[in-house]
Nanobody, 111 residues
Framework: QVQLVESGGGLVQPGGSLRLSCAAS????????MGWYRQAPGKQREWVAT???????VYEDSVKDRFTISRDNVKVTVYLQMNSLKPEDTAVYYC?????WGQGTQVTVSS
């Protein structure tokens, strides 16, 4: 059974950085799209970034130039480096690998 385990969330001050990780366990194809969504309190889940199996990367406009997505196909892990964090980035962040989802990790940006 495939499971995705997320880590790296937490509390950070505005302007700070966090790095999220999402690792897959179990049998899963390495050639799958990977990415991140987030859900802020009282809002719908929104897409943040995707990295395709071919390495194509796309970002939601509000995180472009601040967030960097990357993947390790050997470890079957996707990362999200988040810099210059803003209070509006506060949300639960969910990873996906193929059709599987992580459990979510809280990111809070506050002074």
């Amino acid at each position: 059974q495939v499971q995705l385990v997320e880590s790296g969330g937490g509390l950070v001050q505005p302007g700070g950085s966090l790095r999220l990780s999402c690792a897959a366990s179990g049998i899963i194809r390495r050639t799958m799209n990977m990415g991140w969504y987030r859900q802020a309190p009282g809002k719908q889940r929104e897409w943040v970034a995707t990295i395709t199996s071919g390495g194509i990367i796309v970002y939601e406009d509000s995180v472009k130039d601040r967030f960097t997505i990357s993947r390790d196909n050997v470890k079957v892990t996707v990362y999200l480096q988040m810099n210059s964090l803003k209070p509006e980035d506060t949300a639960v962040y969910y990873c996906f690998i193929g059709t599987k989802w992580g459990q979510g990790t809280q990111v809070t940006v506050s002074s």
